[in-house]
């Protein structure tokens, strides 16, 4: 064994950690500074607010003189307490998505708070951040599903990704995102521009889910999407694939 083959070797070892130890470590080891930051920042605000209202009371002419110098102190410490909301908010999306990759029992589901995770989370991809033209539609109040929380968080990860590598291979990078609900079901729609699907594409994703069908797509689509749809279909969820008015679309249908 050669030593390139030696350190492949270790660093899947490595990186076989990742998931369930040496992220969640992290993340803890992160959240006690993050927590202290925060709170002594809420804590400076409110005493120099008050220091400066006493200075105010007690010497008018002083608070005058230095009022324009206060005023950036205030404005420099609202910038911080601002920011290390900002930055908390960040990091519970992070460690949220790591913590709900391991609930594996079927819960009730809020799907209105979850998409809006997901799309929080897709945001740390830098090319759908910057690359995607976004139009959010979601209903704040569909009822909640019955599904287990992993699986459907990462189908819809993976959703998303699906998006983008095609969005990538084509001129338009609009993707429209909906959740609506009628008497029945929970419907999720969403399209896509970019690389037009094929009659066979849109014929293999069906055969997923009418009949546990497999194939390659091709390497705009890889296999992800196939994966994705077989998962929601074990959860009793509808799958269609479209080609709607120059878009590509995925929609999926949930019992509630």
């Given amino acids: 064994m050669t030593g390139d083959e030696r350190f492949r070797d270790l660093e899947q070892a490595f990186i076989a950690t990742f998931q369930h130890e040496l992220i969640p470590g992290i993340l803890h080891n ?9 709170g002594r920042a809420q804590i ?4 120099i607010e008050d220091n ?3 200075i105010h009371d007690q010497y008018p002419q002083v608070a005058l003189e230095f009022s324009e110098m206060h005023k950036k102190i205030l404005a420099d410490v609202t910038s911080i307490t601002i920011e290390s909301d900002r930055f908390y908010n960040m990091f519970h999306d992070v460690s949220g998505k790591f913590y709900t990759l391991g609930q594996k029992r079927e819960e ?3 799907i209105s708070r979850l998409i809006e995770s997901e799309l929080r989370f897709a945001d740390y991809y830098l090319d759908f ?10 209903d704040d109040s569909l009822p909640d599903i019955k599904g287990i929380y992993s699986h ?15 969005m990538k291979g084509g001129q338009d990078n609009r993707l429209c995102l ?5 008497q029945k079901h929970v419907i999720v729609s969403c399209r896509f521009g970019g690389v037009a699907y094929t009659d066979q594409e849109i014929s293999i994703i069906t055969a997923v889910v009418e009949k546990e069908g497999h194939g390659k797509i091709n390497s705009h689509t890889n296999e992800d999407i196939l994966l994705g749809v077989a998962l929601l279909k074990e959860m009793g969820m509808l799958v269609e694939a479209a080609r709607p008015e120059g878009f590509n679309e995925i929609t999926i249908r949930i019992a509630y």
């Fill in 52 to 54: 400066l209202k006493k």
């Fill in 44 to 47: 400076l605000k409110k005493r």
């Fill in 129 to 138: 951040k910057h690359e995607v033209n976004k139009e959010i539609t979601i």
């Fill in 30 to 38: 992160f959240a006690n500074p993050l927590n202290g930051i925060m």
């Fill in 152 to 166: 459907l968080s990462i189908a819809l990860w993976m959703l998303f990704r699906h998006a983008m590598k095609r």
């Fill in 108 to 110: 009730l589901i809020s």
């Fill in 178 to 182: 909906s959740a609506t609900c009628d």
